[in-house]
């Protein structure tokens, strides 16, 4: 990983700890949706896995992230619609 760009539309979001947000972006760097593990993620930010499935599990329920089927496949909802 070269980097994180982090939208803005995920930073102006003061509903989300900073925790959420950078996982967010992370999830939002894959265009065509992440398809991957927690431990991928929480490996990548330097993150608990713990914390990083407690992050997920929220930005599910606070409908920031949507899943396609019944997979671990996730899509963030930032590409989609800028006003989440």
């Given at each position: 990983m070269n980097g994180l760009w982090i939208h803005s539309d995920i930073l102006e979001r003061e509903d989300l700890s900073h925790a959420e947000r950078m996982v967010l972006a992370f999830i939002a760097s894959f265009p065509e949706g992440y398809f991957g593990s927690d431990g991928y993620i929480a490996e990548s930010l330097h993150m608990n896995k713990r914390t990083v499935?407690?992050?997920?599990?929220s930005l599910y329920r606070s409908n920031s992230l949507e899943r396609r089927g019944n997979s671990r496949f996730c899509v963030s909802k930032v590409r989609k619609n800028a006003s989440i």
């Amino acid at each position: 990983m070269n980097g994180l760009w982090i939208h803005s539309d995920i930073l102006e979001r003061e509903d989300l700890s900073h925790a959420e947000r950078m996982v967010l972006a992370f999830i939002a760097s894959f265009p065509e949706g992440y398809f991957g593990s927690d431990g991928y993620i929480a490996e990548s930010l330097h993150m608990n896995k713990r914390t990083v499935e407690r992050v997920v599990s929220s930005l599910y329920r606070s409908n920031s992230l949507e899943r396609r089927g019944n997979s671990r496949f996730c899509v963030s909802k930032v590409r989609k619609n800028a006003s989440i």
